[in-house]
């Protein structure tokens, strides 16, 4: 079965540093859910990566795919107390198959002001 | 227009009884997932339907665990005889018909089995 992990599971920048966290994947990626999620809340959607290379940005956070490596970066520039959270990858089930995703354990991140 | 919601958010229960989850999708959405997310961890699948029907159960981890949309809509997650491990947030997502199948996700109901 497929398995993501995540790194660095936790993370603590001051405000205004940029900061990267991974996601990398046991199997062939066919594509790959970012979401974030506040303590005791649901997960918030942020972006789907679906070709390798495919770069997106929303707001201050920028996610790529790299099909060949299995990852996923997710880049947060200059960031703000707003940011914390945990971050989460999912990857895209394969087309035809079941829809379910499979999650990551998520990175914990603190942003100190 | 309204997200997936959940209730209740909170369920306190004693080891043994049954419980209840419930889910709203957001509205027009023909697939509804349910994950259950023990602390520390990334969410679990656990079931998914499409319309009616349960496309995928092969996340139910017995046959305590059953769970049923059965007009298409809202969902009941039902737990029999709950075991202090069923503890989790068991999260409801749902999406709209059609690729990429984005996922939206609902609060959560936080489940405590005393």
Redesign the interface.
């Known amino acids: 079965s497929q398995e ?1 992990e995540q790194s660095p599971q936790s993370l603590i920048v001051q405000e205004g540093k940029n900061l990267t966290i991974n996601c990398t994947s046991s199997k062939t990626l066919y ?1 790959l ?1 970012w ?1 974030k999620q506040k303590y ?6 942020l972006m ?1 990566l ?1 070709k390798g290379g495919e770069e997106k940005s929303h707001e201050k956070i920028t996610a790529k795919l790299d099909e060949k490596k299995q990852q996923s970066s997710l880049h947060i520039t200059a960031s703000q107390p707003s940011h914390a959270g945990i971050y ?1 990858c ?1 990857a ?1 089930p394969p ?1 035809g198959g ?9 990175t914990k991140l603190t942003v100190n002001p | 227009g309204a997200g997936v919601s959940q209730t209740p958010s909170n369920k306190v229960t004693e080891k043994g009884k049954y419980v209840e989850l419930r889910c709203d999708p957001i509205s027009g959405h023909t697939a509804l997932y349910w994950y259950r997310q023990s602390l520390g961890q990334g969410p679990e699948f656990l079931i998914y339907f499409q319309g009616t029907g349960a496309a995928d159960d092969s996340g139910l981890p017995n046959d305590r665990f059953f769970a049923v949309r059965p007009e298409g809509s809202v969902s009941t997650l039902k737990i029999q005889r709950t075991e202090r491990g069923d503890s989790a947030v068991y999260l409801c997502a749902s999406s709209s018909y059609g690729q990429p199948y984005t996922q939206y996700f609902g609060p959560g109901t936080r489940l405590t089995v005393l």
């Open positions: 993501l594509g859910y979401y005791g809340e649901g997960l918030i959607f789907m679906q989460l999912g895209v087309k079941s829809e379910k995703l499979v999650f990551g354990k998520g």
